[in-house]
């Protein structure tokens, strides 16, 4: 009887797992294409669906009836597995997002640590997609990733440790059941704008996405990928930047409280408005040089959020 009642959480918990990450990837795509259309005066896609509602389902077939080409010279067992690689690590993070007080897959007493280091996992997919592709474009961008990867996970981390060290706790649960009177965003906005913009830059994604820069490197770490071995890459970027999101509403935005409406509600509200600032900034800002992004990272970022660390404890401590 527990056995059965333990499979059924299993396969309840991986279809609802399913369809979010489903539902996120059309929906997060479809928003990326019309507010950068909105933000360039242009409407975006239109034609396939009420307001190109459809568009991403389109291209998404598009994709798996294209050819899977694997160029000459590539090490193909590396790049066949490298986009798995960055995929699943995606995947196995929802198991510990609180969508609400009732809805989530486990939640883990170390659950913030787990969030964390799974993500870390898809740099080694992105650095395998450079190696492998015999392409010193990929090679170099691939580089590029893990370098702007290992300096933007010190402030990222350092601005977490400030919200464990006022919940003295690591379950993410617990961490929203602590903004119940007061969310994290007022006594922690130091650490709220540097999760933000440390995240940022682990997406790869504009102002920080020299990873990519298509003037320089084509289309980096995935230029010689195709069909639907570049159509994972595609997801795991869009999926991830939801993941960030949703980290952010836990530790900051008070996870799924809020009034009236149904915690599930508040938590996808809270969550597309840090998904839609994302994008926003993606259209909005120039590309950053590499030596910027480094400079950025080490003498500003990094001091601010260790100063906020020391401050925040002091605080802690005294009274």
Same mark, same amino acid.
């Given at each position: 009887?527990?056995?059965?009642? %333990?499979?059924?959480?299993?396969?309840?918990?991986?279809?609802?797992? $399913?369809?979010? =990450?489903?539902?996120?990837? /059309?929906?997060?795509v479809w928003l990326e294409r019309k507010i950068s259309g909105h933000i360039q005066l242009r409407l975006g896609p239109m034609e396939?669906?009420?307001?190109?509602?459809?568009?991403?389902?389109?291209?998404?077939?598009?994709?798996?009836?294209? #050819?899977?080409?694997?160029?000459?010279?590539?090490?193909?067992? @590396?790049?066949?597995?490298?986009?798995?690689?960055? %995929?699943?690590?995606?995947?196995?993070?929802?198991?510990?997002?609180?969508?609400?007080?009732?809805? &989530?897959?486990?939640?883990?007493?170390?659950? /913030?640590?787990?969030?964390?280091?799974?993500?870390?996992?898809?740099?080694?997919?992105?650095? $395998?997609?450079?190696?492998?592709?015999?392409?010193?474009?990929?090679?170099?961008?691939?580089?590029?990733?893990?370098? &702007?990867?290992?300096?933007?996970?010190?402030?990222?981390?350092?601005?977490?440790?400030?919200?464990?060290?006022?919940?003295?706790?690591?379950? @993410?649960?617990?961490?929203?059941?602590?903004?119940?009177?007061?969310?994290?965003?007022?006594?922690?906005?130091i650490s709220f704008v540097v999760y933000l913009i440390s995240a940022?830059?682990?997406?790869? +994604?504009?102002?920080?996405?020299?990873? #990519?820069?298509?003037? #320089?490197?084509?289309?980096?770490?995935?230029?010689?990928?195709?069909?639907?071995?570049?159509?994972?890459?595609?997801?795991? #970027?869009?999926?991830?930047?939801?993941?960030?999101?949703? $980290?952010?509403?836990?530790?900051?935005?008070?996870?799924?409280?809020?009034?009236?409406?149904?915690?599930?509600?508040?938590? =996808?509200?809270?969550?597309?408005?840090?998904?839609?600032?994302?994008?926003?900034? +993606?259209?909005?800002?120039? +590309?950053? +040089?590499?030596?910027?992004? $480094?400079?950025?990272?080490?003498? =500003? @970022?990094?001091?601010?959020? /260790?100063?906020? @660390?020391?401050?925040?404890? /002091?605080?802690?401590?005294?009274?």
């Amino acid at each position: 009887m527990l056995l059965n009642s %333990f499979i059924g959480k299993v396969i309840i918990s991986v279809i609802g797992v $399913m369809v979010v =990450f489903t539902f996120n990837a /059309l929906i997060s795509v479809w928003l990326e294409r019309k507010i950068s259309g909105h933000i360039q005066l242009r409407l975006g896609p239109m034609e396939v669906g009420p307001h190109g509602l459809l568009q991403s389902v389109a291209d998404g077939l598009k994709l798996i009836g294209k #050819e899977i080409i694997t160029p000459q010279g590539v090490d193909k067992k @590396l790049f066949a597995v490298a986009p798995y690689m960055v %995929f699943f690590p995606s995947l196995l993070m929802f198991v510990v997002i609180p969508f609400s007080d009732k809805f &989530q897959v486990q939640d883990l007493n170390i659950g /913030l640590l787990y969030f964390f280091s799974i993500s870390c996992i898809a740099t080694i997919g992105i650095f $395998m997609a450079g190696w492998a592709s015999n392409n010193k474009y990929s090679l170099m961008g691939a580089v590029r990733s893990i370098a &702007q990867s290992i300096a933007y996970e010190i402030p990222i981390i350092l601005s977490i440790l400030n919200i464990v060290i006022l919940t003295q706790s690591l379950k @993410l649960s617990e961490i929203v059941k602590a903004q119940q009177n007061m969310w994290f965003f007022v006594p922690q906005f130091i650490s709220f704008v540097v999760y933000l913009i440390s995240a940022i830059a682990e997406l790869n +994604r504009t102002p920080f996405d020299i990873p #990519e820069a298509e003037s #320089e490197l084509v289309a980096g770490f995935h230029t010689e990928y195709s069909g639907m071995r570049f159509a994972i890459f595609f997801m795991a #970027e869009y999926t991830n930047m939801f993941l960030v999101s949703a $980290m952010a509403t836990t530790l900051f935005l008070g996870g799924w409280l809020g009034p009236v409406l149904p915690p599930i509600v508040w938590f =996808f509200i809270k969550t597309y408005a840090i998904v839609f600032f994302i994008i926003w900034v +993606r259209w909005t800002f120039p +590309r950053l +040089r590499p030596d910027q992004l $480094m400079n950025f990272c080490w003498k =500003f @970022l990094t001091p601010l959020a /260790l100063i906020n @660390l020391i401050v925040t404890t /002091l605080v802690i401590k005294l009274f």
